[in-house]
């Protein structure tokens, strides 16, 4: 995870020498024997998949009460564990050794714990654990393994953590409060359907909770911690988001980002007595996609999406001023977290040429260092790619976004790969992509783009694919295809394309509504058949995702049209299909029901499935496996 002796080093920069993947010269990373035949004769910086998928990552950062260390995420040993750091560098330490992955982690505000979330093999029903802060113990404060548990916040005073769990109901996340000292919990707000901590009050009496009538429809409620009494402090039916929630250090009002009444994100505060929302910052063009209010309640930090890249910035509120954190890697900026001396904030870093790395901002010196030290497996820097941002005019002239991502000193039509997200309201972004700096070095160019739907540009931009417009989506990727071909960028007979999740209904639907296109095609944890799906998935999201999809009740008959799994017979694209067995999102029926159909009739798809992942892959081995079949199976067709 933290490596030493590969990059170049600047004077006086902190270097965290511990890296399990590699000896000291790097290069003793364990391959298989089909790999280190492949590595012969090539170019000196032409990495095999396994180099890539060793690069490691840091995020989630959280100060410890007296500010002297962070507790963050690596996945150093092949699943997120949690560390600490000293603030000012050094070597990091492990305090969790679980075979499976860690989601979350919080510094108690108070004293030397840590509570944090972790699922088994990928089931994603997390239980909560309290850990000390020397690693030397841990232990669960939730046990309810057939519940997810949501870990939210602790009080001020360290002494009761907040979070939201299933466990009356599959379809219900409730409230709960556990009490440090009784060891016990109790449910502060039942309402039924999907509720998600949001802060708590600075004197520990009251919490703010977002209710989620959809993914992107929340109500805001003030919970009376004693009582259960609530209160719904934004009674309307618009479509809106409250996110980023904090809370005036006298109690008398929030400060959140919302999209209430705006197209776009903003960053406002809401008056609690008389109900009056008031903005702070705004920009007439990109949305403000998180914040984080300094413990004082003087300095708010902001973070900008825009177009896919991140922006950082300092508000002053008295003074209504503004400044911009400069000098920081190009990418994504996420996870903000004020130090209690309210003098540093940590963050994660994460750009195309830059994995994902825990950053301290100094506000007194205005300037920015990076925390953590996340191994990148020796690759240089120099061969890793920045992604041209381009946009393209679709079949109704909607303008869409996509990253082209290039091979070095390539010119003229080459394979592409075209990547779709998932969600459907994810996004593409500027961010490090082991797969994608993989592709690129070995010749491949890839095409992300931002089709109708994904989320960082408003509102009405992310309602264009709801329900009866999902298709419209499909003729984005289409018309993203013919723009490169047009252009002289693709080899049409070589064009693959990819995706996850709801990218991978997408990968689905591309290869039966235009099977001419492609030459391959690789779908990861997809959906085939909506209606199976809604049938089948979590039933606490069902709800949600029937807002975008459409409902079984009421459009059942588009939800079946629009299914791949009825017009497999038109798959005459080689498919590969991977799937965790234990996904509670996209169930693993809907990869055997489309194998079953293309097998059937004649097509070409073979099949990577894993017992121990669920939505997506995230142990080092099996994403190993993963991607070296579908690398292979890439090079065999495009």
């Not at 993947?21 to 990495?47: W, Y």
């Not at 290039?406 to 593409?428: D, F, R, T, W, Y």
């Not at 509504?513 to 199976?532: C, H, K, L, Q, S």
């Not at 079984?552 to 791949?564: G, R, T, V």
Request: charge should be negative; include cysteine.
């Amino acid at each position: 995870m933290f490596e030493s002796g590969c990059d170049a080093v600047q004077e006086g920069q902190n270097v965290n020498p511990m890296n399990v993947q590699t000896n000291k010269d790097c290069t003793n990373i364990h391959l298989p024997t089909d790999s280190l035949q492949e590595m012969r004769g090539r170019a000196v910086n032409e990495f095999y998949i396994e180099r890539y998928l060793n690069v490691q990552s840091a995020n989630s950062p959280s100060f410890s009460p007296d500010g002297e260390n962070v507790a963050f995420l690596a996945n150093t040993t092949g699943v997120p564990q949690v560390w600490t750091i000293p603030r000012t560098g050094g070597w990091p330490k492990q305090l969790t050794f679980y075979d499976e992955r860690v989601g979350t982690v919080k510094y108690s505000p108070q004293s030397d714990q840590l509570a944090f979330g972790m699922d088994s093999g990928g089931d994603e029903r997390e239980q909560i654990l309290l850990l000390e802060g020397d690693g030397s113990s841990d232990q669960k404060i939730t046990d309810e393994s057939q519940a997810v548990h949501n870990l939210g916040g602790w009080s001020a005073d360290g002494k009761f953590i907040a979070y939201t769990a299933n466990v009356e109901s599959p379809t219900d996340f409730h409230v709960y409060v556990y009490d440090l000292c009784e060891g016990e919990a109790r449910k502060v707000f039942g309402r039924p359907g999907s509720n998600r901590f949001g802060a708590w009050s600075p004197d520990g009496e009251k919490l703010a909770i977002v209710h989620a009538r959809a993914n992107f429809y929340h109500d805001l409620y003030i919970v009376d911690v004693e009582t259960g009494e609530a209160e719904d402090v934004t009674p309307s039916d618009d479509q809106a988001i409250y996110d980023h929630i904090s809370w005036a250090n006298d109690g008398s009002r929030l400060y959140m980002v919302t999209n209430a009444d705006r197209d776009l994100r903003r960053t406002v505060h809401y008056d609690l007595k008389d109900r009056q929302m008031v903005d702070i910052i705004a920009w007439d063009e990109w949305e403000i996609e998180e914040m984080s209010i300094s413990p004082d309640g003087v300095k708010i930090a902001y973070i900008i999406n825009c177009d896919g890249y991140s922006r950082m910035y300092i508000h002053t509120l008295e003074q209504s001023q503004c400044h911009p954190v400069r000098e920081l890697p190009t990418g994504v900026y996420k996870e903000l977290a004020w130090s209690p001396q309210q003098d540093e904030i940590a963050f994660v870093v994460d750009g195309p040429r830059h994995n994902s790395n825990v950053w301290l901002y100094d506000l007194k010196s205005d300037c920015a260092r990076q925390l953590t030290n996340a191994s990148r497996a020796c690759i240089p820097k120099e061969t890793l790619v920045e992604p041209e941002l381009v946009r393209y005019e679709s079949f109704d002239g909607l303008s869409i976004p996509a990253f082209y991502y290039k091979p070095h000193g390539a010119e003229g039509s080459l394979p592409v790969v075209i990547n779709i997200h998932g969600g459907p309201e994810g996004q593409m972004r500027a961010n490090f992509d082991p797969v994608t700096q993989y592709l690129v070095n070995q010749g491949f160019a890839v095409f992300a783009p931002n089709f109708r739907g994904s989320s960082g540009y408003g509102k009405n931009f992310l309602g264009m694919d709801d329900v009866e417009k999902r298709m419209d989506t499909v003729k984005d990727i289409r018309w993203g295809v013919d723009w490169l071909t047009d252009k002289g960028n693709a080899d049409p007979d070589r064009i693959a394309v990819m995706g996850g999740s709801y990218g991978g209904f997408m990968v689905l639907a591309c290869i039966t509504e235009y099977p001419d296109m492609w030459a391959a095609a690789i779908d990861r944890v997809g959906i085939a058949n909506f209606i199976t799906f809604l049938e089948n998935t979590g039933p606490w999201r069902r709800h949600i995702r029937e807002a975008e999809y459409g409902s079984l009740k009421d459009d059942y008959e588009f939800l079946e049209n629009i299914s791949p799994i009825h017009k497999a017979d038109k798959i005459t694209t080689p498919l590969l299909v991977i799937h965790g067995k234990n996904d509670p999102r996209v169930p693993v029926e809907e990869t055997e029901q489309i194998i079953k159909e293309v097998r059937n009739n004649g097509g070409s798809v073979d099949y990577v499935l894993f017992d121990d992942e669920g939505h997506g892959i995230v142990k080092l081995k099996n994403r190993i496996t993963a991607y070296r079949k579908a690398t292979k199976f890439l090079r065999k067709y495009i």
